[in-house]
Protein backbone atom coordinates (compact mmCIF):
# COMPACT_ATOMS: atom_id res chain seq x y z
CA UNK A 1 0.00 0.00 0.00
CA UNK A 2 2.64 2.44 -0.72
CA UNK A 3 3.48 2.97 2.84
CA UNK A 4 0.65 5.07 3.71
CA UNK A 5 -0.73 5.07 7.16
CA UNK A 6 -3.32 6.86 8.75
CA UNK A 7 -4.32 7.78 12.37
CA UNK A 8 -6.42 7.56 13.89
CA UNK A 9 -8.62 4.78 12.59
CA UNK A 10 -11.46 5.75 14.40
CA UNK A 11 -12.78 8.20 16.32
CA UNK A 12 -15.85 9.74 17.73
CA UNK A 13 -15.58 13.78 19.14
CA UNK A 14 -17.93 16.26 20.24
CA UNK A 15 -19.22 19.14 18.18
CA UNK A 16 -17.37 22.19 18.07
CA UNK A 17 -14.03 20.17 19.11
CA UNK A 18 -10.77 20.21 17.25
CA UNK A 19 -9.90 17.06 15.22
CA UNK A 20 -6.67 16.63 13.53
CA UNK A 21 -5.94 13.48 11.22
CA UNK A 22 -2.58 12.25 9.94
CA UNK A 23 -1.18 11.24 6.97
CA UNK A 24 1.71 9.53 6.80
CA UNK A 25 3.88 8.14 4.33
CA UNK A 26 7.46 6.38 3.96
CA UNK A 27 8.33 7.18 0.24
CA UNK A 28 8.82 10.68 -0.34
CA UNK A 29 6.11 11.25 -2.94
CA UNK A 30 5.37 14.84 -3.68
CA UNK A 31 1.59 14.77 -3.95
CA UNK A 32 -0.45 14.23 -1.30
CA UNK A 33 -4.79 14.65 -1.00
CA UNK A 34 -7.82 14.65 1.61
CA UNK A 35 -10.92 13.01 0.59
CA UNK A 36 -13.55 12.79 2.70
CA UNK A 37 -16.24 10.18 1.55
CA UNK A 38 -20.18 10.02 1.97
CA UNK A 39 -22.79 7.90 0.44
CA UNK A 40 -24.12 9.36 -2.48
CA UNK A 41 -21.24 11.61 -3.32
CA UNK A 42 -18.04 9.67 -4.14
CA UNK A 43 -14.83 10.89 -3.34
CA UNK A 44 -14.54 14.31 -2.81
CA UNK A 45 -11.42 16.49 -2.63
CA UNK A 46 -10.84 18.89 0.41
CA UNK A 47 -7.28 20.16 0.33
CA UNK A 48 -4.55 18.42 -1.26
CA UNK A 49 -0.46 19.28 -1.28
CA UNK A 50 2.28 19.37 -3.93
CA UNK A 51 5.24 19.39 -1.88
CA UNK A 52 6.28 20.70 1.81
CA UNK A 53 4.18 23.87 2.73
CA UNK A 54 2.65 23.67 -0.80
CA UNK A 55 -0.92 23.51 -0.04
CA UNK A 56 -4.42 24.31 -1.80
CA UNK A 57 -8.32 24.15 -1.56
CA UNK A 58 -9.93 21.02 -2.79
CA UNK A 59 -14.01 21.72 -4.02
CA UNK A 60 -15.19 21.02 -0.02
CA UNK A 61 -12.90 22.55 1.77
CA UNK A 62 -14.99 24.61 4.15
CA UNK A 63 -14.04 23.73 7.86
CA UNK A 64 -10.62 22.23 6.99
CA UNK A 65 -7.50 23.46 7.02
CA UNK A 66 -4.03 21.17 6.60
CA UNK A 67 -0.60 21.71 7.16
CA UNK A 68 2.33 19.81 5.61
CA UNK A 69 5.75 20.70 7.00
CA UNK A 70 7.75 18.13 6.25
CA UNK A 71 7.73 15.19 3.15
CA UNK A 72 6.14 12.54 5.12
CA UNK A 73 3.21 13.79 7.18
CA UNK A 74 -0.15 15.24 5.48
CA UNK A 75 -2.42 16.81 8.49
CA UNK A 76 -5.83 17.61 8.26
CA UNK A 77 -7.50 19.47 11.06
CA UNK A 78 -11.05 20.23 11.86
CA UNK A 79 -10.99 23.32 13.68
CA UNK A 80 -14.81 23.04 14.93
CA UNK A 81 -16.06 19.65 14.40
CA UNK A 82 -19.67 19.22 13.37
CA UNK A 83 -22.03 16.73 12.86
CA UNK A 84 -21.79 17.30 9.09
CA UNK A 85 -17.96 16.12 8.94
CA UNK A 86 -19.02 12.98 10.40
CA UNK A 87 -17.63 11.04 7.01
CA UNK A 88 -14.92 8.53 6.19
CA UNK A 89 -11.64 10.05 5.80
CA UNK A 90 -9.40 9.06 3.28
CA UNK A 91 -5.47 10.11 2.19
CA UNK A 92 -3.87 9.59 -1.18
CA UNK A 93 -0.67 9.81 -2.60
CA UNK A 94 1.15 10.01 -5.82
CA UNK A 95 4.10 8.79 -6.87
CA UNK A 96 4.25 11.86 -9.98
CA UNK A 97 2.03 14.66 -11.19
CA UNK A 98 -0.36 14.20 -13.83
CA UNK A 99 -1.12 11.20 -15.24
CA UNK A 100 -0.11 8.77 -12.35
CA UNK A 101 -2.21 6.83 -10.21
CA UNK A 102 -2.77 7.65 -6.37
CA UNK A 103 -2.66 5.60 -4.02
CA UNK A 104 -4.59 5.12 -0.56
CA UNK A 105 -4.40 5.08 2.97
CA UNK A 106 -6.98 2.84 5.02
CA UNK A 107 -9.49 5.54 6.34
CA UNK A 108 -10.50 7.18 8.85
CA UNK A 109 -14.05 6.57 10.44
CA UNK A 110 -14.61 10.11 11.91
CA UNK A 111 -18.04 10.60 13.59
CA UNK A 112 -19.36 13.76 15.07
CA UNK A 113 -22.01 13.76 17.71
CA UNK B 1 -15.14 20.58 -8.96
CA UNK B 2 -15.51 17.00 -10.33
CA UNK B 3 -16.24 17.19 -14.15
CA UNK B 4 -16.51 13.38 -14.21
CA UNK B 5 -19.74 11.20 -14.06
CA UNK B 6 -20.44 8.18 -13.73
CA UNK B 7 -24.13 6.25 -14.09
CA UNK B 8 -25.34 4.48 -12.66
CA UNK B 9 -24.70 5.27 -8.93
CA UNK B 10 -26.07 1.76 -7.71
CA UNK B 11 -26.17 -1.57 -9.72
CA UNK B 12 -27.75 -4.79 -8.18
CA UNK B 13 -27.22 -7.98 -10.22
CA UNK B 14 -27.48 -11.32 -10.03
CA UNK B 15 -24.49 -13.67 -9.85
CA UNK B 16 -23.43 -14.78 -13.70
CA UNK B 17 -25.17 -11.68 -15.10
CA UNK B 18 -22.79 -8.46 -16.87
CA UNK B 19 -22.82 -5.20 -15.54
CA UNK B 20 -21.59 -1.85 -16.75
CA UNK B 21 -20.13 1.32 -15.26
CA UNK B 22 -20.01 4.81 -17.45
CA UNK B 23 -17.84 7.81 -16.56
CA UNK B 24 -18.98 10.97 -18.66
CA UNK B 25 -16.53 13.51 -19.01
CA UNK B 26 -17.84 17.30 -19.89
CA UNK B 27 -14.39 18.17 -21.69
CA UNK B 28 -11.89 15.97 -23.54
CA UNK B 29 -9.78 14.01 -21.32
CA UNK B 30 -5.95 12.91 -21.91
CA UNK B 31 -6.35 9.71 -20.43
CA UNK B 32 -8.86 8.14 -17.46
CA UNK B 33 -8.67 5.74 -14.33
CA UNK B 34 -10.40 2.89 -13.00
CA UNK B 35 -10.13 2.44 -9.48
CA UNK B 36 -12.32 -0.21 -6.97
CA UNK B 37 -13.14 0.10 -3.80
CA UNK B 38 -14.56 -3.03 -1.70
CA UNK B 39 -16.97 -2.67 1.12
CA UNK B 40 -15.39 -1.47 3.97
CA UNK B 41 -11.75 -0.82 2.24
CA UNK B 42 -9.81 1.71 0.51
CA UNK B 43 -9.95 2.59 -3.47
CA UNK B 44 -7.18 0.43 -5.51
CA UNK B 45 -5.93 1.42 -8.22
CA UNK B 46 -6.93 -1.20 -11.40
CA UNK B 47 -6.34 0.64 -15.01
CA UNK B 48 -5.26 3.40 -17.00
CA UNK B 49 -6.71 4.08 -20.43
CA UNK B 50 -4.66 6.30 -22.67
CA UNK B 51 -5.70 6.25 -26.06
CA UNK B 52 -8.89 7.06 -28.24
CA UNK B 53 -10.80 3.86 -28.17
CA UNK B 54 -8.66 1.91 -26.74
CA UNK B 55 -9.96 -1.38 -25.00
CA UNK B 56 -8.06 -3.72 -22.60
CA UNK B 57 -9.38 -6.51 -20.12
CA UNK B 58 -8.25 -7.82 -17.06
CA UNK B 59 -9.70 -11.25 -16.88
CA UNK B 60 -13.72 -10.79 -17.06
CA UNK B 61 -13.46 -6.77 -16.83
CA UNK B 62 -12.86 -5.07 -20.17
CA UNK B 63 -12.28 -1.08 -19.78
CA UNK B 64 -13.23 1.22 -23.20
CA UNK B 65 -11.95 4.49 -23.64
CA UNK B 66 -14.08 6.41 -26.42
CA UNK B 67 -12.98 7.51 -29.68
CA UNK B 68 -13.91 11.38 -28.90
CA UNK B 69 -12.02 10.78 -25.28
CA UNK B 70 -15.07 12.37 -23.21
CA UNK B 71 -16.08 8.69 -22.04
CA UNK B 72 -15.62 5.41 -20.48
CA UNK B 73 -16.64 2.17 -19.86
CA UNK B 74 -16.07 -0.82 -16.96
CA UNK B 75 -17.88 -4.50 -18.33
CA UNK B 76 -17.74 -6.93 -15.78
CA UNK B 77 -18.61 -10.33 -17.35
CA UNK B 78 -20.65 -13.02 -15.02
CA UNK B 79 -20.23 -11.25 -12.47
CA UNK B 80 -19.16 -13.17 -8.89
CA UNK B 81 -19.38 -11.69 -5.63
CA UNK B 82 -15.83 -10.87 -5.56
CA UNK B 83 -16.96 -8.08 -8.10
CA UNK B 84 -18.51 -6.50 -5.08
CA UNK B 85 -17.85 -3.12 -4.20
CA UNK B 86 -17.59 0.77 -5.69
CA UNK B 87 -16.22 1.45 -8.66
CA UNK B 88 -14.88 4.69 -9.45
CA UNK B 89 -13.15 6.48 -13.01
CA UNK B 90 -10.69 10.04 -12.40
CA UNK B 91 -10.06 12.30 -14.30
CA UNK B 92 -5.82 12.23 -13.24
CA UNK B 93 -4.78 15.06 -15.39
CA UNK B 94 -6.33 18.38 -13.66
CA UNK B 95 -3.27 19.71 -12.42
CA UNK B 96 -1.95 19.17 -9.00
CA UNK B 97 -5.59 18.26 -8.16
CA UNK B 98 -7.02 14.86 -8.45
CA UNK B 99 -10.66 14.41 -8.91
CA UNK B 100 -12.86 11.06 -8.70
CA UNK B 101 -16.32 10.48 -10.54
CA UNK B 102 -19.00 9.53 -8.26
CA UNK B 103 -18.47 6.08 -8.21
CA UNK B 104 -21.26 3.27 -9.25
CA UNK B 105 -22.16 0.59 -6.25
CA UNK B 106 -22.43 -3.33 -7.31
CA UNK B 107 -24.03 -5.52 -5.24
CA UNK B 108 -24.07 -9.22 -6.39
CA UNK B 109 -26.71 -11.08 -5.73
CA UNK B 110 -25.65 -14.87 -4.99
Known amino acids: DAGITQSPRHKVTETGTPVTLRCHQTENHRYMYWYRQDPGHGLRLIHYSYGVKDTDKGEVSDGYSVSRSKTEDFLLTLESATSSQTSVYFC????????????FGQGTRLTVV | GQQVMQIPQYQHVQEGEDFTTYCNSS?????IQWYKQRPGGHPVFLIQ?????EVKKQKRLTFQFGEAKKNSSLHITATQTTDVGTYFC??????????FGTGTSLTVIP
Open chain 2, 27 to 31: TTLSN
Open chain 1, 92 to 103: AIRMGGRGTEAF
Open chain 2, 90 to 99: ADPNTGNQFY
Open chain 2, 49 to 53: LVKSG
